[in-house]
């Protein structure tokens, strides 16, 4: 089994920074793909920005210079760096990740539980 934890979340208030991050942890074989996800409440989960295995990042190009997305492969961590937020970031925020596990070596999706970030005065 392999969970994955974030940790982070908290009331901010607009123009400010948090910092989220995403444990892995359990029968973990190697960790590809991991992304941040969010969902607003009455709105669809969507992808906020994800990194590759080597480490590629990707982000939307509206939160390019707002958000840095990087992670530790030999701790089986993921940080987002969240600078200049605005009330719409409000939403919880999901770790996702591609796990290959050591049980069966197949590839699999696993989520966190979620953290709230509140963007708000």
């Known amino acids: 089994q392999v969970q994955l934890v974030e940790s982070g979340g908290g009331l901010v208030q607009p123009g400010g920074s948090l910092r989220l991050s995403c444990a892995a942890s359990g029968s973990i074989y190697s960790i590809w793909t991991m992304a941040w996800y969010r969902q607003a409440p009455g709105k669809q989960r969507e992808l906020v920005a994800g990194?590759?295995?080597?480490?590629?990042?990707n982000l939307r190009d509206s939160d390019k210079g707002r958000f840095t997305i990087s992670r530790d492969n030999a701790k089986n961590t993921m940080t987002l760096q969240m600078n200049s937020l605005k009330p719409e970031d409000t939403a919880v925020y999901y770790c996702?990740?591609?796990?290959?596990?050591?049980?069966?070596?197949?590839?699999?999706?696993?989520w966190g539980q979620g953290t709230q970030v509140t963007v708000s005065s």
């Open positions: 996702n990740a591609e796990v290959q596990t050591r049980a069966t070596m197949t590839l699999d999706d696993y």
């Open positions: 990194i590759s295995q080597g480490g590629t990042p």
